[in-house]
């Protein structure tokens, strides 16, 4: 999977996951952007892959997007890869979800996802060429207790991916979600009532029929392999990336 010349926009690419990727573009010869509001953990994750750029502002913010996209098309001369990996997450149930949490999660997993995602194929049509992978999860498709706004974005980012791929099946252009499980990131340990401890992750990790947490280069290896040539036959999937936990 040779990126070599390529160019790549990682949204979320300050921590967690996004950084994973970041590190795995980089690696196969990418030139990758960071797109994130943690001006910080983006310049830290540069300076340890040793390269990149990075863009900072808000990706539920509709103008930012269009102005990430076309900063990254005019200083690199194009676009290949959207890696549309920003998520937050607000872990409350129905009742106890605010307005404003609700607007957070939806505006950053789901509006992020589009807005950033429409910039891009106004480009990567144009070219007949490019590849968008979303960031979906076991819980957009599974229910879960305690996070339902979070549940409903991922559920729409899962119908973003599917509906875009069809729209766009024809234009050179494909789009795929990966969707992972357990991963042991700094999301996953946010948010809590109480300090996370080594033994509410290990009963977390027996949840998993693997036994274990991810980690989030296991993940961004799978979002390497759909926005590369050799998946030139995937467009709509929505790939589990979770040890079995959806096969049961």
């Known amino acids: 999977m040779n990126f070599e010349g390529r160019v790549v926009i990682v949204t979320g690419g300050a921590s967690g996951m996004g950084a994973a990727c970041v590190a795995q573009f980089t690696a196969a010869g990418a030139r990758v952007t960071i797109v994130d509001r943690d001006a910080d953990g983006a310049a830290a994750v540069m300076e340890t892959i040793g390269a990149g750029e990075r863009i900072i502002g808000d990706v539920a913010d509709p103008d930012f997007c269009d102005?990430?996209?076309?900063?990254?098309?005019?200083?690199?001369?194009?676009?290949?890869?959207l890696v549309n990996a920003a998520g937050v997450i607000a872990r409350r149930d129905a009742l106890t979800t605010t307005n404003?949490?609700?607007?957070?999660?939806?505006?950053?997993?789901?509006?992020?996802?589009?807005?950033?995602?429409?910039?891009?194929?106004?480009?990567?049509r144009e070219r007949k060429s490019g590849a968008i992978v979303n960031f979906g999860s076991i819980w957009g498709s599974a229910g879960a207790v305690g996070v339902l706004a979070?549940?409903?974005?991922?559920?729409?980012?899962?119908?973003?991916t599917r509906a875009m791929a069809l729209e766009c099946v024809?234009?050179?252009v494909r789009v795929n979600a990966v969707c992972p499980g357990e991963v042991d990131t700094p999301?996953?340990?946010?948010e809590r009532d109480a300090p996370v401890t080594d033994a509410m992750l290990q009963k977390l990790a027996e949840s998993v029929p693997l036994g274990r947490l991810a980690q989030p280069e296991e993940i961004a290896r799978v979002v390497l392999f759909l926005a590369s040539d050799a998946a030139s036959?995937?467009?709509?999937?929505?790939?589990?990336v979770d040890a079995g936990y959806s096969a049961r």
Do not use: I
């Open 67 to 81: 102005a990430a996209v076309g900063a990254v098309v005019a200083g690199e001369g194009g676009l290949d890869v």
């Open 100 to 124: 404003e949490d609700w607007r957070r999660v939806m505006g950053v997993n789901v509006d992020g996802v589009f807005y950033m995602s429409r910039a891009a194929l106004r480009v990567m």
């Open 150 to 160: 979070y549940c409903a974005s991922k559920g729409a980012v899962h119908q973003v």
């Open 170 to 172: 024809r234009d050179g």
């Open 187 to 190: 999301m996953l340990r946010s």
């Open 233 to 240: 036959y995937m467009t709509g999937a929505l790939v589990p």
